[in-house]
C-alpha cells in the first residue's frame, strides 16, 4: 500500500472506528502476556488538556487538527513492583485528527516539543519531568517519532518511552513505563507495530 491509499482509507475514518483500535489484551505482544488491562478512556481535547502539561489548553489541541482518542492501558500483575527495571504499565491509543498533516504537526509541535520545554517542570502529586531523550524508532509504514521521559514521583524515577507513528489521519501512540532510568525502544516499537496493524486493519474494513 502506499501513503496515498493509505491516506484515503482513513478519509472517512469515525470516532467509532477509532475507539475499536487501541489493543485488547489478546492482541498484546507474546512478551507482554503478564499484564491485565487496567483502564480505557475516551481522550476528548478538553481531558487531554487536564491530563497535559501546565498551561495545556483544549483550544490549542483543536486548533491543530486534533479531533479525539482513545486509549487501552495495561498493568503488570507480577508482584514485583518497586524492583528497579521492572516494565509495570503499557498503554496504546488512537488520536483522530482532520487531515495527515495535522498529525504530522502534532507529532513534533506538540508531542516532541512539549516534553523537551517542560523538563524540570512540576506535574503535581509530587512529580517532575527530569528528563526527555529523542529516540530513533524504525519499522514503520510512515512517519514515526520516539522518547523516553524520565520522571521523578516521591522521590523514584519512573521512565516512560513512547512511540507515535502516522496512519493516514490517524496518530497512534505505544508506551510502556518502566521503574527507574531505563529505555524500552524495542518493546515499546513492537506494541507500536502491532497497534499500527490494528489500525490499518480497522481502516480497511
Known sequence: MTTKSINRAT????????????????????RFENFQPSRESALDNDMMAEHGFPGSDAERFR???????????????????????VDFMLATV?????TPQS????MHDVFLKDFET????????????????????DGFFDEAVALK?????????ISVTIVDFRVGR?????????????????????????LEQRIVSVALA
Open 11 to 30: 478519509e472517512f475514518i469515525q470516532m467509532d472506528d477509532v475507539e475499536a483500535m487501541p489493543l485488547m489484551r489478546s492482541e498484546l505482544p507474546a
Open 63 to 85: 486548533s491543530v487538527g486534533r479531533i479525539g482518542g482513545f486509549m487501552r492501558e495495561f498493568v503488570s500483575v507480577v508482584p514485583s513492583f518497586g524492583t528497579d527495571g
Open 94 to 98: 488512537a488520536h483522530l485528527f482532520d
Open 103 to 106: 498529525v504530522h504537526g502534532w
Open 118 to 137: 517542560n523538563v524540570g517542570v512540576a506535574l503535581g502529586q509530587n512529580q517532575r519531568l527530569i528528563g526527555s531523550e529523542r529516540l530513533e524508532p
Open 149 to 157: 521521559a524520565l520522571h521523578e514521583d516521591n522521590d523514584r524515577l
Open 170 to 194: 490517524v496518530l497512534g501512540v505505544a508506551f510502556v513505563g518502566t521503574l527507574g532510568d531505563h529505555t524500552r525502544l524495542d518493546e515499546a516499537t513492537e506494541l507500536a507495530v502491532a
